[in-house]
Structures are given as C-alpha cells and as structure tokens.
C-alpha cells in the first residue's frame, strides 16, 4: 500500500515525431522510474498514441541495447586518437572554451559550426544559437531541418511568406482534397494518418502521388505512381490541367497573388501527355487528378521527404504552393500547405533559429534593424553575414583552399551527422580532419567516435521546456524523473562553456529562457507558461499576451500573405532530371523513407526493448521481383549493396510494392547504412541533399551464413568502438537480424 503513494502522473508531450502528442507518464517517485505511458484526454491526439508513443520510453533506464547514455562528460585527454577519458565538468569545459578560443583567436569566429537538436526544447535551442552569434560571433547555427523541410520553409517563404504549416492539424479532417506528395503518415506520423482516415470517413478524396505502393496509396482514391525524381513534372502537370480546362479562382488570383501570366507561360508545355512521358503516369490519370483538384474549395497538399529531398525540392513547394493559390485554397478552415514537420521539435528548433540566416523569430541577419536589435539585447557584436549550412561542412573542411574559410571546429549538440549525412565516407573524412568536435548528447553515438570532448546532457523525461508542434502549436514537456549520473541540462551545459569564453550567461532555470524569447521574438510574444499551462498549447503567431489569445489556427486569413504587400507569388520552373541516374554498371534507382518502427538515428528507439523488437540491423531492402529474381537472391538473403560512393549490407524483402529497376531502403541502421549509397548534391536554394534518388546494385552473397556472422561482427566492432561492453557469443545471438523484417 505504502508504494501506491509514491506513484505519480507526469503530463507531457511525445518526444520522437512532430505531431506533438500528449501523454501520461505514471511514475514511481520512491523508485525514480517511469511505470507505464497512457495517451492523455487532452491534445492533438485526442486519447490515442502510437506505439513509439507507448512504449518510446525505456531509453531513460539505459538497457544498452543499442547504445549506452553518456553519464561522465569525457575529453581525449592525451590528443587525437588517444581514447575518451571521463573527467570533471570543470576540466571537460575548460577544455572545450579553450579549443573553441584557441581556433576562434588563430582562423575568426566563421570557422567554428555549431548545430542546433531537433530533439531538444525550445530554450536549448535559443540558447545553443545565441552562444553562436553572441559569444563565439558567427551565423554558422545550423541543424537537421536542412536535411528535412529545409525547402519547405524556404519555398513557402518565397511564395506566401511563412515556412510552416498553415493549417492546425485537426483541420485535415474536414478537407474536401487532400493531395498527398513525398509523404507517408501512416508511418511518419501515425497521428496524422488517424485524421487522413476522419476525412476520408467525411467523404474526402485522397490523391497519392509516389513512386512505391505507400500505406497511404493503398487508402488513396487516385494513385500516381510516378517515375522517382519526376515531382516538378507532375506538379506542372497537375497546374496545366487546372489552367487549361479553366478551374482557377480568377478573382483569389487577382486579389492576392502576383505573377499567374508569367508563371501561365511556362506550365503552358507540360500537358498531360507530355509529363506522362517523363513520370509514367497515364496522361488520362493526371487529368483527372488535376479535375478532380482543381474544382475542390477545401484542398489540402501534404507533403514528405519525397519532395524536399531533391536538388529541385525548392521548386517543387513553389508549385505547391501555386496549385493552392490558384484555386484559391488558402486563408480559409481545412486548406493550405502541409509540410508535416518530422522530429518532435523541428518546428521549434527553426522556429528559434538555429538557422544560419535569421534571428529568433525569423528577424533576417542581413537586415541592421534586426542586428542592431539583438546587440542591444545580447550586449554583443553580431555578424550580419548568412551562415553555413549543415550540409556543406564536408565542402569546408575537405576542399576549401583558404585557411580562413574552413571550418576548424564542430559543436554538435543532439544531432548524429556520422550516420545521417549523405555520402559518409566523406563525412568520416572530414569529422576526423576537423580540429576539433564537440558532441553534447544523451547517448553514445556515431559522431561521437570522432568527438574530442562528449558532454551529457539530460534527455526527455528529465527536464521541463518547451517544444512546438508541426502544426505551430507550443507545448510544455515537463520533467518526470530525476537523472541519474553526472548530466547537466543543455541550457546549463551551453551557459557554462559561454561563461568560460567570456560571454557569461547566469540563467537560473529553463523559464527564466522562455520569457527571454518573447521578449526578443514578437511572433511568440502571447505564448506564455500561463497560458499553455492553461489551454495546453498555443499557437503561432500570438502577438499579445492577453489571456484569451490563443494565438492563430491558420495562416493568410482572407487570402492576405505574409509577405510585404500581403500578395502571393506564382512562380514556376522547368523540370530537370535529378543527379545520378542507373547506368550499366549501376541499372537499379535507390530511394529511402523513414523506418515505420524507430525514429531518426535510433538513440532512444534502439534502446527502448519493445521497439527494438519490431525491427532490427541490417535493416531491409525492397526490390522488384524481377530484380531479385535477375540478381539470384531470395526473400530474407542479406545482399551486399554498392553505389559509386561505397557499400553496405542489408536483407531483401522482394515485393510487388516497388517497381523494375527501383528499390527502397529505410536509412537509420548503422550496417544497412543507406548513407553510404547517398550522393551529396544539394538543392541550389535550401542545400538539401537529394537523399532520395542515387543508382545502385545489388550483389547476390552465396555464403549466408558467413554473412550473417560478419554483419554481427560490424555491429559488435562498433559496440566496442563506442566502449560498449559487448559479450562475445551471447551479443551475436541477440544481434543477428530478426525476420519480423518481412513482415510488411
Ligand atoms: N516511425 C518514424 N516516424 C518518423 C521518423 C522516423 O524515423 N520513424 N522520422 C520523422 C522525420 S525526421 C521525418 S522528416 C518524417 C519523414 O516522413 P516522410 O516525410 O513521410 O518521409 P519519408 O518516409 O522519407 O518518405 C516519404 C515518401 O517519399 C516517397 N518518395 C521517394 N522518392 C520519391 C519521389 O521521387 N517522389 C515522390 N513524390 N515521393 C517519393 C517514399 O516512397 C515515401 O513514401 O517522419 C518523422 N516520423
Ligand atoms: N538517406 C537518408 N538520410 C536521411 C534522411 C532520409 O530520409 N534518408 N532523413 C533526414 C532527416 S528528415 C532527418 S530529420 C535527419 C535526422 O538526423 P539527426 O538529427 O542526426 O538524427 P537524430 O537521431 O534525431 O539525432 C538526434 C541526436 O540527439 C540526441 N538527443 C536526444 N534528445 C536530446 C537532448 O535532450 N539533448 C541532447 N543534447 N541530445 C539529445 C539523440 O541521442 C541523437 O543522438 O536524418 C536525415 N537523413
Ligand atoms: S504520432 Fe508521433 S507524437 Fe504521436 S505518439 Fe506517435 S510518435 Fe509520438
Ligand atoms: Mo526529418
């Protein structure tokens, strides 16, 4: 009976995918572990969660399934390439100051990059992009989200002024259209999914527009199943279509938007039959895919990775957004722009500007105003110069002549660029040539091997702050359990090594951040504690404090953007065939998509024991059944996969899901490690890499069990890198890949 009063409930938010689901955590205070997780009344999610939701939280009791938690902070002590040693907070900041000066003094500030994480609040992330252009003085702030919907934002910016979604998620349920690109939420955001199936319930149509037989296009009313890499072409198809049997908003187009006759001129050549030749889809399908668009007044598009991972990503959102603005689908309940955003707070983590080209609150670093603004709140010279991207570290290090302009040291801070960069090889390359690494994290993890300094910070469930959803909704995770070894908050983390640089940073806790942030960032002004402790969330933008303002439900009210003159812009662009296309020696066409059972890089779902049974190393890959048949291997084979840039292993699962000559991996295993596959081209605009399309073949393995054993010798190798204790024998039993793979 005594154990009944320790237990108590912890609301929360879900910490894996963008939905931003709320949650109860049942506690056991004496035992300082959670029990069990129950999906709360309140939220988005309205009493449901997924299963990452359910069971996503025994990362916090550090099973070392996959990887262990970094509890001492740890510095190479005698140099590079001597091994991590665990020393004091006191030693390890020092150390990381003095590197940080020491690079900062010889080369200047720009050659020093730092991330932001996704994964963490919204005052960490403020915190970690301040210390950047405050105390060490450049914009190089970057973070995942250049490798996510960096396009989005950067199109829809273009196009209607803002980068995130403009509707609130409960309003899919009453579209009319949804249109569905690059995006699969049934595995990305099962949440999601649920109101996708309400709106269909309602009487929606649904149109998916993907190159493999997704959960969604199997609900779908209309499937495209276009050629990979041909988005730009359908989506000037679907325009064409629209314009040419006159189902556009004539009066929305005149009254909000700029540019239609300019943008007429160019979709005029991409007929349906013309665009069927480039996307394989037949041109009666388009047409009526366009029809059945363009007479909808309540259409949706939602979009994925499909879209954004191109080098022609950008253009893509700006089509997008013009099929919108052409049938006026903007500014009014259940329409507009769905860029699902993917980890739990991506949105906050741009929407803080851990971005190299704005403040807190998207105020651009090229306009004074905005510099002279935050010097004064900052007490500090900041640079009015757009910082790196993420994505162009490697560029930097390897094959920037000048001394001055390379990057000498990396502060990674909740991100795993060593396994989910493209093209790793090179990203090995360049971690182990930059001076000097820095890796602020919760777990041991790939970029960690080339880390010079490991600092461990809490993770979710052990710290309070604030996170914001895909759908602009602010919400508060609060803290659950106590941590255990010697970790510091991130905010607490960050302050020290500012402090130690001179720039002393004195923040008592994770709020004193919060009222610092509304007060710099206008956008987020209302969002304050007592209000989302109140109504559980609101929503940006909210300009006033009042408490009856709960900020916007959706963006462009009455068809006025938020650009300068209110006005919308069409703007069109010529197809182009991505990259690298199959060739003789290389004749399959590789893509990826998100693993339905982890999340990201696997941290915290690898170690969580329910998870990590639903899939395991090497991961699969689905080919045609004449591929897998021309190759000579069968279902469950581990099949070795090359592309130009290098190799990795993972299992077939032959399907009639994917088509001749294409197959789809899911990028987050370490030895199924899509990314040393991928090519590194970026979008011009938002220098995202084009993940999604690089040519491969598959080579056939006659020694099964041979490579059964040596994929489990790759995986305890790294183990024992990471100092991992690995148990000869028994690790092996555990570790051989599991078959519920098949099951798909
Ligand atoms: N379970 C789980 N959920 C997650 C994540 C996770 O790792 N696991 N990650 C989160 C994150 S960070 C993100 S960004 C989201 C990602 O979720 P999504 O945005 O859905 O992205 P992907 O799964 O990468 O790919 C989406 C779709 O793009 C399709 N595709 C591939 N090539 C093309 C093409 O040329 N054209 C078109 N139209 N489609 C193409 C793929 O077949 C796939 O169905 O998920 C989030 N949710
Ligand atoms: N081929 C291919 N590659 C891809 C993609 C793809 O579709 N195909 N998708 C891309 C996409 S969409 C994304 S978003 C990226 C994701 O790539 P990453 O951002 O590199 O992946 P994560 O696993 O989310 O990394 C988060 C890290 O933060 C740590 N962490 C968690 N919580 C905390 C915290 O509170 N504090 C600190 N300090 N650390 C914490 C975790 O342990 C983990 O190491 O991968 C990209 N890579
Ligand atoms: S849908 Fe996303 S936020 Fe909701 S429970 Fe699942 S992983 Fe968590
Ligand atoms: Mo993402």
């Given amino acids: 009976m005594a154990k009944k009063n320790t237990l108590k409930e912890v609301?929360?938010?879900?910490?894996?995918?963008?939905?931003g689901c709320q949650l109860v955590l049942v506690v056991d205070e004496e035992a300082n572990k959670i029990l069990e997780c129950k999906p709360s009344t309140q939220g988005v999610n309205e009493g449901k969660l997924c299963l990452k939701g359910h069971y996503g939280w025994d990362f916090l009791n550090d099973p070392q399934i996959l990887t262990k938690r970094l509890r001492e902070p740890m510095i190479r002590k005698g140099g590079k390439g001597s091994p991590l040693v665990e020393v004091s907070w006191d030693e390890a900041i020092r150390f990381v100051a003095d590197n940080l000066l020491r690079i900062k003094k010889k080369y200047g500030p720009d050659a020093i990059m730092g991330t932001g994480s996704a994964r963490s609040t919204n005052e960490n992330n403020y915190l970690m992009q301040k210390f950047m252009r405050a105390c060490i003085?450049?914009?190089?702030?970057?973070?995942?989200?250049?490798?996510?919907h960096a396009a989005s934002v950067a199109g829809c910016s273009t196009s209607i002024g803002e980068g995130a979604m403009s509707l609130s998620t409960p309003e899919i349920e009453d579209a009319e259209v949804l249109l569905n690109i690059g995006y699969n939420s049934p595995a990305a955001h099962p949440l999601v999914a649920r109101r996708v199936i309400k709106a269909k319930e309602k009487g929606a149509k649904l149109i998916c527009i993907?190159?493999?037989?997704?959960?969604?296009?199997?609900?779908?009313?209309?499937?495209?199943?276009?050629?990979?890499?041909?988005?730009?072409?359908?989506?000037n198809g679907l325009a064409n279509v629209i314009i040419s049997e006159d189902l556009i908003d004539r009066d929305f187009i005149a009254e909000h938007t700029k540019g239609f006759d300019e943008y007429k001129g160019i979709i005029e050549k991409y007929t349906p039959e013309f665009v069927s030749t480039i996307t394989r889809v037949p041109a009666d399908t388009i047409r009526a895919a366009g029809r059945l668009f363009g007479k909808s007044k309540h259409s949706i598009i939602m979009w994925g990775m499909g879209v954004t991972q191109f080098t022609q990503?950008?253009?893509?959102?700006?089509?997008?957004?013009?099929?919108?603005?052409?049938?006026?689908?903007?500014?009014?309940?259940?329409?507009g722009v769905a860029p699902v955003r993917g980890q739990n707070?991506?949105?906050g983590a741009c929407d803080m500007c851990a971005l190299p080209n704005a403040y807190p609150g998207y105020q651009s670093v090229t306009l004074p105003e905005n510099k002279a603004k935050f010097e004064k709140a900052w007490g500090a010279t900041l640079s009015d110069q757009i910082g790196l991207h993420v994505t162009r570290v490697p560029?930097?290090?390897?094959?920037?002549?000048?001394?001055?302009?390379?990057?000498h040291a990396y502060y990674v801070y909740g991100e795993d660029p060593a396994l989910s960069d493209p093209n790793l090889e090179e990203v090995r390359e360049c971690l182990a040539k930059i001076d000097f690494v820095v890796l602020q994290d919760i777990f041991m993890n790939k970029t960690g091997l080339y880390a010079d300094a490991v600092l461990p910070a809490t993770g979710w469930g052990e710290h309070s702050g604030m996170v914001t959803a895909t759908d602009r909704s602010i919400l508060k995770t609060r803290k659950a359990i106590e941590p255990t070894g010697n970790v510091k908050e991130d905010w607490q983390i960050l302050s020290l090594v500012s402090t130690a640089m001179g720039y002393p940073m004195h923040y008592h806790n994770a709020e004193e951040i919060w009222h610092e942030v509304l007060a710099v960032a206008p956008k987020f002004a209302g969002a304050t504690y007592e209000k989302v402790e109140k109504y559980g969330s609101v929503r940006w933008p909210c300009w006033t404090k009042d408490i009856q303002d709960t900020g916007t439900q959706y963006l462009h009210k009455d068809g006025k953007f938020a650009l300068p003159d209110g006005k919308g812009v069409f703007a069109a662009a010529e197809y182009a065939p991505v990259k690298e296309m199959e060739n003789d020696v290389y004749p399959i066409a590789l893509s990826n998509f998100h693993e339905v059972g982890h999340h990201s890089m696997r941290s915290m779902t690898g170690n969580c024991r329910t998870l990590r049974n639903l899939e395991d190393e090497p991961g699969v890959i689905e080919m045609s059944l004449e591929d897998a048949e021309q190759s000579g291997v069968k279902n469950g084979d581990i099949v070795r996969v090359l592309s130009k840039r290098g190799h990795c292993y993972s299992r077939c699962v032959a399907t009639g899901r994917v088509k001749h000559h294409t197959a789809y991996m899911t990028h987050q295993w370490w030895i199924g490690s899509v990314n040393e596959l991928t090519v590194p081209y970026l979008d011009p605009v938002s220098r995202t890499?084009?993940?999604?399309?690089?040519?491969?073949?598959?080579?056939?393995?006659?020694?099964?069990?041979?490579?059964?054993?040596?994929?489990?010798?790759i995986y305890q190798t790294i183990r024992k890198n990471m100092r991992i204790d690995v148990k000869e024998g028994v690790d092996v039993k555990i570790k051989l890949p599991k078959m519920h793979s098949l099951i798909r």
């Avoid at 609301?11 to 939905?19: A, D, F, H, K, S």
């Fill in 11 to 19: 609301e929360t938010v879900c910490p894996y995918c963008g939905t």
């Fill in 137 to 148: 003085g450049t914009n190089n702030i970057d973070h995942c989200a250049r490798l996510c």
């Fill in 210 to 235: 993907d190159p493999r037989f997704t959960e969604t296009a199997r609900m779908a009313d209309m499937f495209l199943q276009i050629r990979g890499g041909t988005n730009l072409a359908i989506v």
């Fill in 313 to 335: 990503g950008v253009d893509v959102v700006k089509g997008i957004c013009g099929l919108l603005m052409m049938t006026g689908n903007f500014g009014r309940p259940s329409t």
């Fill in 345 to 347: 707070n991506v949105q």
């Fill in 395 to 407: 560029e930097r290090v390897l094959h920037e002549p000048d001394p001055r302009k390379q990057i």
């Fill in 689 to 713: 890499p084009e993940y999604k399309y690089c040519a491969i073949r598959v080579e056939k393995i006659a020694d099964q069990e041979w490579a059964a054993t040596e994929v489990a010798h």
